[in-house]
C-alpha cells in the first residue's frame, strides 16, 4: 500500500501537470566521465541529488530516498528492491560520497540509482553514468 505514494506521484508527473512534480534526479559529480587512475588509486564517487530530499533507508515518506551505485553491474528489474550483492553500493544513511577501493586494472561504469526506503529504484527518476579506467 505505501508503495503506491510513489507510483501515483510518477502517474502525475507524466500526465504533463502544470503542478506536476520534476522527476528526481542523481548526478555523479566525480570523477570526471573517461577520467583514468592508476592501479592502487582510490576513487572517490560524489553525488548530488535534485527534487528529492536525501533520508536514510527506512525513511517511510513521501519525496524522500537515498543514492546506490551499480559498479559494473545494471538492474535487471527497477521494481525491486536493489540486491545487497558484490558491485552494489547502498548509501543507507544518506551519503554524497562513496571511495571505491583495490579496483584492479580495467574500464569501470558507474550508475547512480536513488531507491526508496526498501531500496526500491524511485519510478520516472533520472539516472546519471560515469565510466573511468584504472591502468
Not at 576513487?43 to 536525501?54: A, D, F, P, S
Request: charged share 15%; with cysteine; proline share 7%.
Amino acid at each position: 500500500m505505501k508503495r503506491a505514494r510513489w507510483g501515483a506521484l510518477a502517474l502525475v508527473a507524466c500526465a504533463g501537470s502544470p503542478d506536476a512534480a520534476p522527476a528526481p534526479r542523481a548526478t555523479i559529480m566525480a570523477p570526471a566521465d573517461g577520467a583514468e587512475f592508476v592501479a592502487g588509486d582510490t576513487v572517490r564517487i560524489v553525488l548530488e541529488v535534485e527534487h528529492l530530499t536525501l533520508a536514510p533507508a527506512g525513511t517511510d515518506q513521501v519525496g524522500t530516498g537515498h543514492h546506490h551505485l551499480l559498479v559494473n553491474r545494471s538492474l535487471a528489474d527497477s521494481t525491486s528492491a536493489i540486491p545487497a550483492d558484490s558491485g552494489f553500493v547502498h548509501l543507507g544513511q544518506a551519503q554524497t560520497e562513496h571511495v571505491l577501493t583495490d579496483l584492479s586494472p580495467g574500464r569501470y561504469e558507474v550508475i547512480a540509482v536513488l531507491g526508496d526506503y526498501l531500496h526500491v529504484p524511485i519510478p520516472g527518476q533520472q539516472r546519471d553514468t560515469v565510466t573511468f579506467v584504472v591502468r
